[in-house]
């Protein structure tokens, strides 16, 4: 029998290797020309052996036909061959994965009696649950992490059988393993294959795969993070088990790399930052709401205001729509089925059931159905900043990030059919602008193709990523694919920013959506005095004003630029006989629309220089009686220690202007 057609995928850079198919065997054909026979039976490492052994070195799995495959599982038929290296995506999943399984061996050579549960693979990382009586302690770190570099040094086999289900389940109840013997009863069906990854003959456990040859091809990039709690099946009713955290990595350098990352993010981390600088709060007697200080909102209002000027200016409208609504609404719009458990919902002692609204799309309707209107009114570009409100567990809240209360820069764009591609590829050019004027690196657009689960046909789904796919491209961007990421009704573009320390934000976004017209019943005339359906264009540039203000905190550290910064510019005076010329500095600042703040208490001027520094103000103007004497003002830019003496003046025009957000420098005219 064949095997067929192989195709190795090399790293970016490499030569990429032809693939012959053959009735007996394998060809693989070489840069050089030259060719190697496979028979059936070879293994994806031996493969990767007989093109080089430093290239087999570098992987860890291979793809057989888009399945996942261990490197050493005999081919047994006809596939596409892709092998996968450490480094790669799909190869960081496979080193965490056994991670997992080398820390769950570690902590039951040196904790008998503890069970394992389950040990998936996180975006960084990894986790596994324990049932244990004895709670574990980050203390216990140092020896599970020695122990764990003690399994990879033995460099076991990594041996995979597959089982049938009642043997499976007799020997993990036999070895006192009840969670795993719980799961394969209720959740594998009979006939089902079972496969056990065993660590030679030290330790195995119930796994899908694919896992490395050995332990040992798993290196010691690896480090336990954290400690939290966990219910079995996460649900609350069952009892609770302990969750160890790690991380691994390709190599050290890249562990190091995340490290550092994790360290800064800590730094960064916005509730910390959001307190020190007297921005906001958050309390248990309102659960994901933020209590908004007078310093937090005026960053909250310079983001607003920049936001209106924009949108007006790119021909929005704004509107507000009611923040509770009659059940029958989300019946009709179909949230109610949907979307219920997720909504605030009250009744009033006339029988009605209200909800909060969840998003701002179903009122947005309403007010285009308001009055006719025709194919010229197209395309109508609605904006709300709408307060909203989504029931989060409250496990999941955190900080600005993830709350029940919110508000979007929201706006919904009702078009013909034939203006979608235009309109798209105005927004993108848009939504790239405003990130870029806030500092953020756009990495790249992802498009969401149709998921799994969809409404629609296949050509419809066709027609809709076409649209967005020839939008992004007429604004000059080629979008990543997301496979399976669309919303359940058509596909989407998510705008994904690169913050200071490298991190990925999804910050804005856009649908297409031909259903929700259609359900609440909006309509246009067109040209040939018909009613037509418009489509809707679901889009939003920062997302949630509160997490994006909680990105911004992160990315510059509470560090703003000055145009963003709340006290923008603070009078610090030496001595308190320039107190009278600094409220002097301070009013003609605030005439010239900075926002300046004085500090004139009995403190050294040290001080008063770290205190300020400390709460990231951006300009101290330092005044003393010399200063005073000559109306002028001693610049600090925060961050440096170094100080310019410049006129009253000078300091006002220079200030004023390097304040003005990014529209506003834009717009500015030069002086004749």
């Known amino acids: 029998m064949a095997i067929g057609a192989v195709v190795f995928a090399p790293r970016r850079n490499k030569p990429k290797i032809k693939i012959e198919k053959r009735l007996m065997s394998i060809t693989i054909t070489l840069p050089d020309g030259a060719k190697k026979d496979v028979e059936k039976g070879a293994t994806p490492l031996s493969v990767a052996e007989g093109i080089s052994k430093s290239l087999a070195k570098r992987m860890v799995a291979a793809k057989v036909d888009g399945a996942l495959w261990d490197l050493s599982r005999p081919l047994e038929k006809s596939a596409t061959l892709e092998l996968i290296p450490r480094d790669s995506k799909d190869g960081l999943e496979i080193l965490r994965h056994d991670a997992a399984h080398v820390l769950a061996q570690a902590v039951q050579e040196l904790f008998p009696g503890t069970q394992v549960t389950f040990g998936p693979v996180t975006e960084d990382g990894f986790y596994y649950d324990f049932a244990r009586d004895e709670p574990f302690s980050t203390d216990d770190f140092e020896k599970i992490e020695k122990r764990m570099r003690e399994i990879v040094d033995a460099d076991l086999p990594i041996i995979r059988t597959v089982w049938e289900k009642a043997k499976a389940v007799a020997h993990f109840r036999s070895i006192g393993e009840i969670y795993k013997a719980e799961t394969i009863d209720e959740v594998i069906k009979p006939g089902e294959p079972i496969t056990i990854y065993s660590h030679g003959d030290k330790w195995g456990d119930l796994c899908r795969g694919p896992h490395l040859p050995s332990t040992g091809r798993l290196g010691k990039a690896f480090k336990l993070t954290k400690l939290a709690g966990a219910y079995w099946r996460g649900d609350q009713n069952n009892q609770q088990l302990q969750r160890i955290y790690g991380t691994a990595w390709a190599d050290e350098k890249q562990l190091a790399d995340y490290l550092h990352r994790i360290e800064e993010a800590e730094k960064r981390d916005h509730r910390k930052i959001g307190r020190a600088m007297d921005l906001f709060h958050m309390q248990e007697e309102g659960r994901g709401m933020v209590f908004w200080h007078e310093k937090g ?121 034939d203006q979608i591609e235009e309109e798209v590829a105005s927004f993108v050019r848009l939504a790239n602008s405003v990130h870029a004027d806030f500092g953020m690196h756009s990495d790249h657009i992802t498009l969401g193709t149709r998921p799994e689960k969809r409404s629609g046909t296949d050509a419809f789904w066709d027609r809709t990523e076409a649209q967005l796919l020839n939008a992004a491209r007429k604004a000059g961007v080629e979008p990543v694919i997301a496979e399976g990421d669309g919303a359940f009704y058509a596909p989407k573009l998510d705008f994904q920013l690169k913050d200071a320390i490298g991190r990925i934000w999804t910050c804005g976004t856009i649908q297409n959506d031909y259903v929700l017209p259609e359900r609440l019943e909006a309509e246009y005339v067109g040209e040939d005095g018909q009613k037509h359906k418009p489509v809707m264009l679901h889009r939003a540039i920062l997302g949630s004003l509160e997490r994006f203000i909680g990105v911004l905190i992160e990315n510059y550290a509470g560090a703003f630029p000055l145009w963003l910064a709340p006290t923008q510019v603070v009078i610090a005076t030496i001595t308190s006989d320039a107190d009278d010329y600094a409220a002097e500095v301070q009013a003609k600042m605030k005439a010239a629309g900075l926002r300046a703040e004085i500090d004139v208490r009995n403190e050294k001027i040290g001080y008063k220089i770290r205190e300020h520094s400390l709460a990231k103000t951006p300009v101290i103007a330092v005044v003393g009686r010399k200063e005073a004497e000559n109306r002028a003002v001693a610049l600090r830019r925060l961050g440096s220690d170094a100080q310019e003496v410049v006129s009253l003046e000078d300091a006002l025009t220079r200030l004023a202007e390097e304040a003005l957000a990014p529209d506003l420098k834009r717009d500015q005219k030069p002086a004749r």
Request: glycine letters at 6%; one cysteine or more.
């Open 297 to 417: 909102l005026t960053l909250w209002r310079t983001i607003e205001q920049y936001m209106r000027r924009r949108l007006a200016a790119a021909d929005y409208v704004e509107v507000r729509t009611p923040q509770v609504l009659d059940r029958v609404f989300w019946e009709k719009s179909g949230h109610w089925e949907n979307y219920r458990p997720n909504m605030f919902v009250c009744e009033t002692d006339e029988g009605e059931t209200l909800s909060l609204k969840p998003m701002n799309c179903p009122g947005h309707v309403q007010i285009f159905k308001f009055g006719q209107k025709s194919y010229r009114d197209l395309p109508l570009r609605m904006a709300e900043f709408g307060a909203c409100h989504r029931y989060e567990p409250s496990g999941a809240l955190h900080g600005l990030m993830r709350v029940r209360a919110f508000t979007q820069d929201d706006a919904h764009i009702f078009c013909r059919e």
